[in-house]
C-alpha cells in the first residue's frame, strides 16, 4: 500500500525541478533524512559543477558562472555543518571530561576517552 505524499525520488540525480522537490531549500535536516540530503545536495553540486564547464565552453556569462560557484560553495558549507550536525555519532570523537568533577580531568578520564574512542 503506497502512503499519500511520499515520493521515492532518484538518489544520486538532480531534480532540482521535480514536484516533490518544490520547497526544497527549506527542507529541515535530520538524522532520519541525513543520508538522502547529503547525496542530493552532492548531486546537486555534480550538476551545478557541470553547469559552471559547459558555461565555460560555450561563452556563456561570466556572472552566471560565478552565481553557480557561490551556489557550490553554499551548498558545501551546508553539507558541512549537516555532517557535523546531523552526522554518524560513530565518527563523533569522544574528549575526556571531568566525570568526577574535581576541577581536574585525570588519566583514568583520559583513558576512559581513548577507549570509547577505540570501541566506535
Do not use: C
Not at 531549500?25 to 542530493?40: F, L, P, Q, S, W
Not at 561570466?62 to 551548498?75: N, P, Q, R, V
Amino acid at each position: 500500500m503506497k502512503k499519500m505524499g511520499m515520493h521515492k525520488g532518484h538518489y544520486g540525480k538532480y531534480t532540482g525541478n521535480a514536484k516533490w522537490s518544490m520547497d526544497h531549500a527549506h527542507t529541515k535536516v535530520t538524522k532520519e533524512n541525513y543520508k538522502a540530503t547529503e547525496r542530493d545536495d552532492a548531486a546537486h553540486i555534480d550538476y551545478l559543477k557541470r553547469d559552471v564547464l559547459y558555461d565555460d565552453h560555450h561563452g556563456h556569462s561570466d556572472e552566471k558562472m560565478t552565481a553557480d560557484e557561490k551556489h557550490i560553495s553554499k551548498l558545501a558549507g551546508d553539507m558541512k555543518y549537516d555532517k557535523k550536525h546531523h552526522g554518524s555519532p560513530a565518527k563523533k570523537q569522544f574528549k575526556p571530561q571531568d566525570i568526577n568533577k574535581n576541577g581536574e580531568i585525570e588519566d583514568w578520564e583520559i583513558g576512559k576517552a581513548k577507549a570509547m574512542n577505540k570501541h566506535k
